[in-house]
């Protein structure tokens, strides 16, 4: 039973797990706050989640862990600046077109009190073609070094990434709040999303608790907000994966990374299949760029999105997914271990040791984690 | 014919490529010649090491080993030592050589066991044991240093007592090796103004009379890295760099053939991970500080890059591809922030440039890597079908 | 150097094999004397790559329970553990397929790890692997090997530019560098050689006899074989059933022996079944045809009808193959492996790149669609079992319902071509059916593929195959690697299909005596192209003259 | 077997030799490549009174002109280093000179106390301030 038990999920993952229910366990004893902690944990599972369920597609087709995720980031950054570039535009024109056609609800006080979701919507509405196109040729471009995708995504992420720092420079960005104050022209490094849609997820249908409760005879602030709309987002789009993957096209991908000689025999596309896959990764990518962002608050540009390739991959593999089979429950599992050990690690080490080691602990804990996945044996 | 002609505009075109580049950012930039020049023998002598690091493994068929940050943490660690003991000159900088080795054996031993056991994937496994390592490198340096590894020198520990802080200076060993041999190129005029400037030491001092400017050459160290050419070309000639070229090529026959394949690949990447870790301590005594927790970083993909750029593939790097690939590498490297300056106003511009040419020629190599791999396989399949298959 | 001059160089006693239970070999004993040309010949699987796996010492014997029986070199007994003791003992081998390294020259491969080195100080200190190379040296040693075997070739060369036939010679004159080298095996050394090559390669291995080295000559080019060699050795079924002087068997005495089934009254029993059998079926279709087909079909129009096809199938080569399968028949391919029999149901599905003129109910069949041939109901199932035929990670409704799923939208609810998903109930339901009609041993539909016994994914395949309903199914090696039980089932489930749904049905095989039980015709490829089609009925002997490379065109009159 | 067993022995026995030397060789490194700090004190040091003026110079580089109760501090690598003072009097005028080679040998930093040395005593070198 036992036995049974750490052969499904796998040493690494009950080390990390115990590692974090110790975490857990030790910090309301070292003062630090457990709710508020966990509450940081909820909050941040969300903020990535969507970018963890970006790497089911292309890992259950067989190309692999998608180190070349800021491809996608920067189509979700695209968006979320040109929503808020064009968002006063949008909203003028829609207005008119309500004056136009006597269309009632289309007033300007509807738009002023939907200003917000309207612009996360045309964030990510903005983002998905941008992030289809890059996606395809990204995909053509893995389907022709069969056996060598995760190197080169990884650098076709840095060159991607590099290339967009350019790009920020040059674009003819103009809205002041975006721009360099003084030279009136290229991107800041962070943008603000607040006044456009800051925490626009976390707040919707959030629950809110405040009360002060007593342990042990210490009297402990309870403070939570849960953010269930961003959960509810996380949810709805993990159902559009589950339900994806249990399309034809789903499952002919799923054969297609099970074993693409057999999919191939059954008269799939297999590179079809792949570009597909890498499309809805790509797309996966860049709207979780925008949950991630309206929940931080900032738009990181430039080398933002170098490295965020690496916590997504990560935490899949934390959740159990191996190099080509990935499920909801490895990104579920994953991303709420990862994270968790991310937010608990700096507050309990700080309170123990007084120092933070949370950053060599990410190190060592996400690298090793694909280390080990990259050495285990795969069915030849 | 036209085939051929092509395979060899193809197998060059990434250093015609840069060298078209260059004919254009160079008169844009506007620096001098010596200039140029100065510079470029600075960096020849600071990188060429580290890159030729790389050879190795490339010639046991491992690839590029993004593995080699390891060997370069290894040297940066002896590095900290003689820091905090105080040793100067050359002796600690061999010093410093001599207590890296170890560490970088111990890491490149490791490094081979994990590649072994990630074979046809050893790239993108040693980039993320790069990675890894680091984490128990900055662990080691930023907690266990002054804490459990004792290191006193208050001018190398943060203020709260233990981990080593962020820049150390190197003044002890800057320059050491560079300066060993000071020998100086100018033109009489120049020589003139050199002597009255510096007196009559102990310089070589080589007169050009139509060189403009006055440049400095590293000259102890570009011995050290001619040494390091003899060596390569010497090992290529030993049974174990036959025996690595044997496996490179097709790593079954050259096991059936009785030649240990696992091991012979971990000495590859021990050589390579050794050999880093002494390119690292020439770089920095260059550069006479050292960025404790990012010097590693940037060695390791500014080595392959500029290694690509002169022309080596995945699988196939010569010395020559390193010295090409250095000058033409650094060459981009000086003018484009310059001339992106002068052509856009903007130096940040050109800054960018150079960070996204160094990711894209990596990914532009092993995507080509890939793909004529791929062609290969199919064209070695096709072979298979012998005689006049495909023609009835 | 030997002990006991009187004793043969090698001697086998009584060596016998088993894997998992499985007899593959049993009570083998032979001896060669130095110098001798010992000829070993055999259908596939008949056990020589067993017996050469244990003269080598191959770790895959001692891990399946090692040998029963005894060697003896020169005398004295020996028990190799690996192939390295065999090779330092003074066994050599040259396989079937190159092992040799492309971008080295000649003189580097023939002395691959066995390199002349320079003594240095270095190698003192470190160990002899840090000695510079001897160049000169080696490139003599290289030229001398070479000329042995009486062939020019430049040490110089680089393998990759080499013809096939040069590197043969590289492999043998490898084996011959080794000074201790006294006992040599070919793996079908002519196989990829033009005649004259060939000759040359004779010449040279008589010429390495008379020096003392003996040989022995594995082939199926059975005048070879009788040209070289001195005595001849036949194995079938894992048994020695001939060791005599080559002299005394014609070639058509040897192909008979080595598909055995020599003309015992037994056996023909068993023969005089068969023909009757198509004419049986014949009728049947007739009616099939008629009565439960209605779409409209011009009589004496073949089910399939193969023109000038050639595929390019790795190690599986069809050059020019042409032939005509009537509905309802059970076709046999047969053919030595590694002469392209499988390259042709592979090549007609698509899987491999294709060419010539395949027609399909007289329509022209597009090749390399794999999804063209499916969608023409057409189904296949593959010898590779594990790479091609199965998703070993998946389920076992998904295997057998997926090829349908994709090819012909069953087992999905919802709106074609807008959204589609699999319905997992209907999977399950055929899934079932299925693992009762076939008797599939497993837990059930969500058991994985690849946790099943090699018998029952065999079955899964055939159930992939047979979902799809299809009027002309391909089948390539049936009953490989699975047990005898199993293979039975296998085989009476096919013919039971055939008889039931008029399916024609293609099968290829290695296992003549399977081909001979429930084809009508067999059809025996030989070097990519079909050297004869013959009513199963013939004798055994006359396929094994097919298969042993005797080109008789004459075969062909009964394709009529 | 035997002669096997004792070429084994014999390389790693060579081995130890070479590795003893390696470590002879760091050791010998550290011993010549040591930088000190020398600390020049005049200051009264029990029965020695702190000198009106005294220049130090060491290894023949820069004079350093100390009065009394002056403190410099002198960079030198190596394990041994060469001493050269000139002491002079109330009137500038020089009193004596004194030229003497000094070991440090492994220890980091040291302080010479320089009104002992110019005394011709001995126990001139005193622990380093920290």
Redesign the interface.
């Known amino acids: 039973m036992i036995k049974n038990f750490i052969k499904n999920a796998g040493w690494p993952r009950i080390i990390i797990g115990l590692f974090l229910l110790a975490l857990f366990i030790t910090a309301p004893f070292v003062g630090v706050n457990v709710f508020t902690s966990f509450n940081n944990t909820i909050v941040r599972f969300g903020m990535n989640g969507v970018m963890v369920l970006a790497m089911i597609p292309m890992v259950q087709a067989g190309c692999g862990l998608n180190f070349g995720l800021p491809l996608g980031i920067i189509a979700g950054l695209l968006g979320a600046t040109l929503s808020i570039e064009l968002n006063t535009e949008i909203l003028a024109k829609l207005a008119e077109l309500g004056i136009r056609y006597k269309i009632s609800w289309l007033t300007r006080e509807f738009l002023t009190a939907y200003r917000e979701p309207a612009g996360f919507a045309s964030a990510i509405l903005i983002a998905i073609p941008i992030a289809a196109v890059l996606g395809w040729l990204y995909g053509k471009l893995l389907n022709r070094v069969k056996g060598d995708e995760m190197m080169i995504a990884t650098y076709v992420g840095f060159s991607s990434v590099s290339f967009m720092c350019i790009a920020w420079l040059l674009l003819p960005y103009k809205h002041p709040t975006m721009v360099w104050g003084y030279a009136g022209r290229g991107l800041r490094t962070t943008i603000s999303v607040e006044g456009y849609w800051l925490h626009i997820l976390n707040d919707w249908l959030s629950l809110n608790f405040q009360d002060k409760i007593e342990i042990g005879g210490k009297i402990l602030d309870v403070n939570l907000s849960i953010p269930t709309g961003m959960l509810i987002f996380f949810a709805v789009m993990a159902f559009i994966v589950w339900i994806f993957m249990r399309t034809k096209t789903g499952t002919a991908m799923t054969a297609v990374g099970s074993n693409p000689e057999f999919a191939r025999a059954s008269g799939v596309n297999v590179d079809k299949m792949r570009t597909i896959s890498v499309m809805m990764s790509t797309i996966l990518g860049a709207i979780g760029i925008i949950v991630y962002e309206q929940s931080f608050g900032f738009i990181q540009l430039y080398m933002g999105p170098f490295y965020m390739a690496l916590p997504a991959v990560a935490s899949i593999l934390l959740g159990g997914a191996s190099v080509n089979k990935a499920t909801i429950l490895n990104v579920v599992v994953g991303t709420f271990l990862f994270q968790g050990i991310l937010t608990m690690t700096p507050t309990v080490f700080n309170s123990v040791f007084q120092t933070d080691m949370s950053e060599v602990i990410r190190l060592i804990v996400s690298n090793g984690m694909i280390l080990y996945a990259l050495t285990r044996k795969v069915r030849a | 014919m036209v085939r051929k002609f092509f395979d060899i505009i193809a197998n060059n075109a990434v250093p015609a490529v840069f060298i078209l580049i260059s004919a254009f950012a160079i008169p844009l930039s506007g620096f001098s010649a010596s200039y140029l020049v100065q510079e470029l023998l600075t960096r020849i002598g600071r990188n060429s090491f580290l890159i030729l690091s790389l050879l190795i493994p490339i010639m046991a068929g491992m690839g590029l080993n993004f593995g080699m940050v390891l060997g370069a943490m290894a040297g940066q660690i002896g590095l900290l030592f ?1 820091c905090d ?8 900088m ?2 410093a050589c ?2 890296g080795t170890p560490i970088a054996i111990i890491l490149g031993i490791f490094c081979g066991h ?1 590649l072994n ?2 074979k ?2 050893e ?3 040693s ?3 790069g ?2 390592i ?3 490198y ?2 080691t340096v ?2 266990l240093m002054g804490w459990i590894i004792p290191i006193t020198n208050p001018n190398l520990l943060l203020s ?1 007592g233990y981990g080593v802080r962020n820049a150390v200076s190197l003044s ?1 060993i800057r320059a050491v090796l560079d300066n060993l041999i000071p020998t100086v190129i100018t033109n009489p005029e120049g020589a003139k103004q050199f002597l009255n400037v510096n007196g009559a030491g102990s310089f070589f001092l080589i007169q050009l009379p139509f060189f403009d400017g006055t440049i400095r050459i590293p000259l102890a160290t570009f011995i050290i890295i001619a040494l390091f050419c003899v060596f390569i070309v ?1 090992f290529r ?4 760099g ?2 690595m ?2 496996i490179g ?2 790593q ?3 096991d ?4 240990p394949v696992n091991r012979t690949r971990i000495i590859a990447i021990v050589i390579s991970t050794v050999l880093a870790c002494y390119g690292q301590i020439i770089y920095l005594q260059n550069m006479g500080t050292l960025n404790t927790y990012n010097s590693h970083d940037q060695a390791g993909m500014f080595s392959i890059a500029a290694l690509l750029i002169g022309g080596a593939s995945v699988s196939k790097a010569s010395i020559t591809n390193v010295f090409v690939g250095v000058i033409l590498f650094h060459l981009m490297f000086i003018v484009a922030p310059m001339a992106g300056k002068n052509l ?1 106003g ?1 130096a ?2 050109g800054e ?2 150079r ?2 040419v ?3 020629i ?2 532009i190599a ?2 080509l ?3 004529k ?2 062609r290969e396989r199919e064209a070695a ?2 072979s ?9 | 150097m030997s002990a006991n001059n009187n004793a043969p160089l090698l001697q086998l006693e009584h060596i016998g094999k088993e894997y998992y239970g499985n007899r593959v070999l049993s009570d083998i004993s032979f001896s060669i004397e130095a110098g001798e040309i010992l000829g070993l010949v055999g259908e596939n699987g008949a056990g020589k790559s067993t017996l050469l796996n244990i003269l080598f010492g191959m770790p895959v014997i001692a891990s399946t329970g090692g040998y029963e029986g005894n060697l003896y070199l020169d005398g004295k007994p020996v028990h190799f553990t690996s192939p390295n003791q065999a090779l330092s003992a003074g066994l050599g081998m040259v396989h079937q397929e190159f092992s040799l390294i492309p971008g080295f020259t000649a003189t580097e491969n023939i002395l691959l790890n066995r390199e002349v080195l320079n003594g240095s100080l270095m190698s003192y200190v470190f160990s002899d692997r840090v000695s510079t190379l001897d160049r000169d040296a080696m490139r003599h040693r290289a030229e001398a090997a070479i000329n042995t075997l009486g062939v020019h070739i430049s040490p110089d060369m680089t393998v990759s530019e080499m013809p096939v036939g040069y590197k043969q010679f590289i492999e043998i004159a490898r084996e011959i560098d080794r000074k201790n080298t006294r006992l040599l095996f070919l793996d079908e050394p002519t196989a990829v050689l033009t005649e004259q090559e060939a000759e040359i390669l004779l010449i040279a291995l008589k010429k390495l006899s008379k020096q003392g080295i003996a040989i022995v000559f594995i082939s199926h080019r059975l005048s070879e074989v009788k040209e070289l060699c001195s005595r001849i050795l036949v194995l079938r079924d894992g048994t020695l059933v001939t060791d005599v002087p080559a002299k005394t068997l014609t070639t058509r005495e040897m192909a008979s022996l080595v598909v055995g089934r020599e003309s015992s009254k037994k056996e023909e029993a068993v023969e005089v079944e068969i023909p009757e059998q198509p004419v049986e079926e014949e009728n049947i279709n007739e009616t099939l045809g008629t009565t439960t087909l209605s779409k409209k079909k011009k009589k004496k129009k073949p089910a399939l009808k193969v023109e000038h096809l050639w595929v390019d199938m790795p190690g599986e080569t069809v050059r020019d193959v042409s032939f005509e399968v009537q509905k309802g028949e059970i076709f046999g391919i047969g053919g030595l492996s590694g002469h392209g029999k499988l390259g042709i149901p592979n090549g007609i599905m698509g899987l491999y790149p294709a060419g010539g003129k395949v027609k399909l109910f007289g329509k022209k069949l597009t090749l390399n669609k794999p999804r063209a041939a499916l969608s023409r109901k057409m189904a296949f199932v593959s010898e590779d079992r594990r790479g091609v035929g199965l998703l070993l990670d998946e389920p076992l409704d998904w295997n057998i319902t997926f090829t349908a799923m994709q090819t012909q939208g069953r087992f999905l609810f919802g709106i074609p071509y807008i959204f589609q998903m699999r319905n997992e109930l209907a999977m399950a339901k055929e899934t079932k059916k299925f693992i009762e009609s076939l008797s599939i041993k497993c837990t059930g539909p969500s058991q994985k593929a690849g946790e099943l016994s090699g018998g029952n994914q065999q079955k899964v395949c055939l159930a992939k195959a047979f979902v799809l309903r299809p009027d002309i199914l391909l089948i390539c090696e049936p009953t490989r690697g699975i047990d005898i039980g199993a293979k039975a089932l296998v085989l009476d489930t096919l013919k039971e299909y055939n008889r039931e749904n008029g399916t024609t049905i293609i099968i290829t095989s290695s296992e003549l005596e399977e081909l001979r039980s429930v084809c009508d015709r067999v059809a025996i490829v030989d070097d990519g192209e079909i050297v004869g089609i013959l009513p199963a009925s013939r004798p055994a002997e006359e396929f094994g003259m097919l298969m042993m490379g005797e080109k008789m065109r004459v075969a062909l009159e009964y394709t009529e | 077997m035997f002669v096997a067993f004792l070429k084994f022995l014999m390389r790693w026995f060579q081995r130890l030799i070479v590795l003893a030397a390696l470590i002879a060789l760091g050791v010998w490194l550290f011993y010549i490549g040591r930088e000190h700090q020398i600390f020049l004190d005049n200051k009264t040091s029990g029965n020695f009174k702190a000198l009106e003026q005294i220049n130090v110079s060491v290894n023949g580089g820069e004079i350093s002109e100390l009065m009394q109760r002056e403190r410099d501090v002198k960079k030198v690598v190596g394990p041994k280093f060469e001493i050269r003072a000139e002491i002079f009097d109330e009137d500038g005028e020089i009193v004596s000179t004194i030229s003497k080679e000094i070991k440090i040998c492994f220890s980091k930093d040291i302080m010479i106390n320089l009104p002992t040395l110019a005394a011709g005593e001995e126990n001139f070198i005193v622990p380093a301030p920290k």
């Open positions: 003689i003991w105080g040793i100067v000159g050359i002796p600690g061999v010093l001599l207590i994990i056991r990630a046809g994937r790239m993108v496994t980039y993320i044991l990675f890894f680091n984490g128990v900055q662990m930023l907690y709260r002890g010497w000639k030993t049974k174990l036959q025996d070229r044997a090529q097709s079954s026959v050259a059936s053939a009785g030649i856009i903007e940040q511009i960018y440039f960070v996204f160094s990711y894209g990596i990914a092993l995507v890597h890939a793909w791999r791929n399949r096709r298979l079908r012998g005689g006049n298959g495909g023609k009835a």
